[in-house]
């Protein structure tokens, strides 16, 4: 099994362009979420979603979109990119929403200039 | 509402002990520890339920005090491999639209 698998793994972005980050999981996960990581700021929820169809705010949501056709993918999408989304991005994933092990993905580190 | 972690930052000689903290102001329903090596995705240690029951790591141990909101984690006879960032998350309800919100994480630093 692959497990998390999020591309690119790098990205420098001009500001105003936009992008979409992938992720993708192999292990019939229902609970999928996406996490910024700054220095200094811990993990911060941006989006998650409890299967496929149904996504959420999480505390950070503000220049960013989300869905989830299947229960596979759950990308991230940039609208704008803005030097304050300069940043590394995780996306985990976990069997359920209740209290089973979160995976997570090897991230992607993304400037904005 | 991210959970306060202290400290913020720990030196250890390998060895000695270690004890990370996380509280918050909600009620809890579960905490969760996770651990970040650099330059790598966290990787999960535990989670601690309310009601006592606790899942995860064999070398870890872990408490959560409901009535207090708090979790603390122990590091016992530390290696160089617990070296990292160690975040815990909390999620405050049992339901499907819950989501894990994580602390600003604390700094372990081994020295052999």
């Known amino acids: 099994n692959a497990g998390v698998t999020q591309t690119p793994k790098f990205q420098v972005l001009k500001t105003g362009q936009s992008m979409t980050l992938q992720c993708a999981q192999d292990?019939?996960?229902?609970?999928m979420s996406w996490y910024r990581q700054d220095p200094g700021m811990g993990l911060r929820l941006i989006h998650y979603?409890?299967?496929?169809?149904?996504?959420d705010q999480g505390e950070v949501p503000n220049g960013y979109n989300v869905s989830r056709s299947t229960t596979e993918d759950f990308p991230l999408r940039l609208l704008s990119a803005a030097p304050s989304q300069t940043s590394v991005y995780f996306c985990?994933?976990?069997?359920?929403?209740?209290?089973?092990?979160?995976?997570f993905g090897q991230g992607t580190r993304l400037t904005v200039v | 509402q991210q959970p306060v972690q202290s400290p913020q930052a720990v030196i250890l000689r390998e060895g000695e002990d270690a004890v990370i903290n996380c509280s918050s102001s909600?009620?809890?329903?579960?905490v969760h520890w996770y651990r970040q090596k650099h330059g790598e995705a966290p990787v999960f240690l535990m989670i601690?339920?309310?009601?006592?029951e606790q899942k995860g790591h064999e070398k870890i141990s872990a408490s959560f005090n409901e009535k207090k909101q708090q979790s603390s984690l122990y590091l016992t006879a530390s290696q160089l491999s617990y070296s990292g960032t160690y975040f815990c998350?909390?999620?405050?309800?049992?339901?499907?639209?819950?989501?894990?919100?994580f602390g600003k994480g604390t700094r372990l630093h081994i020295l052999p």
């Open positions: 909600k009620a809890l329903y579960s």
């Open positions: 292990m019939n996960h229902e609970y």
């Open positions: 979603s409890v299967g496929a169809g149904i996504t």
């Open positions: 998350g909390t999620e405050k309800k049992k339901n499907r639209d819950d989501k894990i919100i």
């Open positions: 985990a994933s976990s069997y359920s929403f209740e209290n089973t092990e979160a995976f």
């Open positions: 601690l339920l309310k009601g006592g």
